[in-house]
């Protein structure tokens, strides 16, 4: 007995066997092997390449028994080894937050010779529940995805029956659990109280990141997953059954993904490089573009798609137009830049396609080109930065969505959270990306909009598993739920500025000229088509105004577009007044000056020109008439009524 006790006091990092199961590279995968790498973890995978055999649907339906059957095998060039202990894990669901140090002590510090991480329902057979010995603190029954024992313990665990391949791995442990005589034999316990291994599912809400902020300003802060419930920092976080998202949120910064200096981290990692790439050597890309409702803007938004810095022969073109408003327009840019693709498809206004039905062709177009890369765009998509299509790639992940914003507002193309039922919840740090006061790579469970999709997901996935077309729910949450099911993960990234979204709630294409009365709405963009590309510069120190005359001024404030859209907003509605002193436009019925006009709130666009003088006019009436303010909208009434006139 003495030498086991000093043997087992003599243990280090170095006698830990960690193994898991991972039958291909999937983006759980990686993160698993990034969390590990963290700490110096050189997990054994076990089954890597081979088909999984562990049973159909292995996160709903029972199955795993294989993973057992693959760690006795692994373990029997061990056998004699007393004095090791084995620690296995799920990968796909999996972070390790310490090291194996760390770990180790406090795996000896629980007394057990064999230990499981524990959870709070009964699975995969409720009615085992009764059976398990009741517990004061923590969660009362066994979880199969963490645990950890001496060798011959855990062999005996392991060898105590057989088991099919895809029979249920959990249940097996559990009959061995609920076996009083074995388990006081082997000293198996769980982990109730996660001092060592958190399962996720049913105790997301006791789980917090703890930031661990440093004095020295030049060391970054530490993220750390603390349970706040049984007040422990559990080492190896599992995202079992439907707690994935969780994990999800938690690995954007645990264990040392992302920090306040560096930003993220491992975004660095698995990156590709473009830059001195020949062009027929630069990947393709099956580029969608869909117009599915009137947009504000779209001709903008279309021409900094053309304005995408990538060979257009390396990119296949697909537009569905849903809108007919837009028909013109799209014919314009098509006729004038579609023969620079590879090639170009298009569903037309009148064809009446639906959306889902567009979206599932293209997925199935860019299989059929053989592409490397697939990229959704919506028509309300500002790609503001030309190189966001390269940098998507470069970023080289399974789905990558550059972050857009309404400007000024909190709306995005995002979801940080997802309520139970799979609609739009925030996320904590939702505020923060989305003002990019938190910069990074993050693992978020939807995007929309603007994506780029690595083509061989959709290739492997035929159109029964990776659709757009589920009852009741629209295309974009469809196809993002399949991602989720799928495990495959979606990031958003605003590592850099990529663009902006329109907002086309309020667009009313019945007006003559309908983006002029988009002020509120698309400042920004409404600011870019109609203020003079000279307008800053009236503010330039030194700046000597034009002065026609004394105390008229003249500026240039908006665009040649302005003019012609304000011209044709007029004499759209055409009903100009008589030019004499009796105007019933006006309350008395008499005007002092009378021409012939319109009023602004005839083509009801009065909040729309006071908000333009107030913000662009203003400022130049108290640049040159110092302390008159106040009375620009005089002034300028004046001015432009004279104008208009
Ligand atoms: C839960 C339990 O925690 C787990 O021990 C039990 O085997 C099944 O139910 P869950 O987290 O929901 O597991 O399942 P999931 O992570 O999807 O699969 C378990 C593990 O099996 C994966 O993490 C991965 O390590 C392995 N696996 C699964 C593969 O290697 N390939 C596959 O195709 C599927």
Request: hydrophobic share 35%; charged share 25%; net charge negative.
């Amino acid at each position: 007995i003495l030498s086991a006790i000093l043997a087992c006091d003599c243990l280090t990092k170095d006698d830990v066997l960690v193994y898991t199961v991972a039958t291909e590279e999937t983006d759980g995968y990686l993160r698993y092997m990034d969390s590990a790498k963290e700490f110096g973890i050189k997990p054994n995978i076990l089954g890597f390449g081979q088909e999984w055999k562990g049973g159909k649907e292995i996160r709903t339906k029972p199955g795993g028994g294989w993973k057992i059957n693959l760690l006795k095998e692994a373990l029997q060039k061990h056998k004699d080894e007393s004095d090791k202990v084995v620690l296995f894990t799920d990968a796909y669901d999996v972070i390790f937050s310490n090291n194996l140090d760390e770990i180790l002590k406090n795996f000896k510090a629980t007394g057990a010779k064999v230990l499981f991480g524990a959870e709070p329902f009964c699975w995969p057979n409720p009615e085992l529940a009764p059976m398990y010995p009741e517990v004061k603190d923590g969660k009362r029954f066994l979880n199969s995805g963490l645990y950890m024992g001496y060798v011959p313990e855990l062999l005996k665990l392991l060898y105590r029956k057989s088991i099919g391949d895809d029979e249920d791995d959990q249940l097996y442990f559990t009959e061995a659990y609920l076996d009083e005589t074995f388990r006081e034999s082997i000293k198996m316990k769980l982990d109730h109280t996660s001092t060592l291994f958190q399962n996720l599912n049913g105790a997301t809400s006791e789980i917090e990141i703890y930031v661990n902020e440093s004095k020295d300003k030049k060391i970054p802060e530490k993220y750390v997953v603390k349970n706040y419930f049984t007040h422990t920092e559990p080492m190896v976080i599992h995202g079992n059954g439907f707690s994935k998202l969780t994990l999800n949120y938690l690995g954007n910064y645990v264990p040392n993904m992302w920090n306040s200096l560096e930003g993220c981290i491992k975004c660095k990692e698995r990156t590709l490089n473009l830059a001195n790439q020949p062009v027929k050597a630069m990947p393709l890309v099956y580029m969608a573009i869909f117009i599915e409702v009137n947009t504000p803007f779209l001709e903008e938004g279309l021409q900094k798609v053309y304005n995408l810095d990538y060979p257009k022969e390396r990119m296949h073109l697909f537009i569905h137009n849903a809108a007919k408003y837009h028909t013109s327009l799209v014919k314009n840019f098509t006729e004038k830049y579609a023969s620079e693709y590879l090639s170009f498809k298009q569903i037309l206004a009148e064809d009446g396609t639906p959306e889902w039905t567009a979206r599932d062709l293209s997925l199935d177009q860019s299989t059929a080109k053989n592409v490397d890369w697939y990229f959704s765009l919506d028509s309300i998509v500002h790609l503001d930065n030309p190189q966001t299509l390269r940098l998507l790639i470069e970023q080289n992940r399974s789905v990558v969505a550059p972050l857009l914003v309404r400007s000024g507002k909190a709306w995005s193309n995002f979801w940080g959270a997802l309520t139970k039922d799979g609609f739009y919840a925030r996320s904590k740090d939702y505020l923060e990306i989305v003002y990019n006061k938190k910069r990074g790579l993050w693992n978020v469970p939807f995007i929309t909009n603007a994506y780029l999709v690595r083509a061989s997901i959709i290739k492997r996935y035929d159109r029964s598993i990776l659709t757009y077309n589920k009852p009741d729910t629209d295309p974009d949450m469809a196809f993002c739920r399949t991602f989720r099911e799928l495990n495959i993960f979606l990031y958003v990234s605003n590592r850099v500025d990529f663009g902006h979204l329109i907002n086309a709630d309020n667009f009313d294409v019945t007006l003559a000229e309908p983006e002029m009365y988009q002020i509120f709405d698309n400042e920004m963009d409404w600011e870019a088509r109609y203020i003079h590309e000279d307008y800053q510069n009236n503010f330039a120190p030194g700046r000597v105004d034009k002065q026609p005359c004394p105390d008229v001024y003249w500026f240039p404030i908006v665009s040649l577009r302005f003019c012609n859209s304000l011209i044709s907003m007029m004499e759209s509605y055409g009903k100009w007044s008589a030019g004499t002193s009796y105007d019933e436009r006006l309350e008395g019925g008499y005007e002092a000056v009378p021409t012939r006009d319109i009023h602004m709130n005839q083509v009801g666009w009065e909040p729309h020109w006071l908000k333009f003088l107030q913000k662009y006019v203003r400022p130049l009436q108290e640049k040159v008439f110092l302390g008159e303010e106040g009375q620009a909208k005089t002034y300028i009434d004046t001015w432009c009524g004279v104008d208009i006139g």
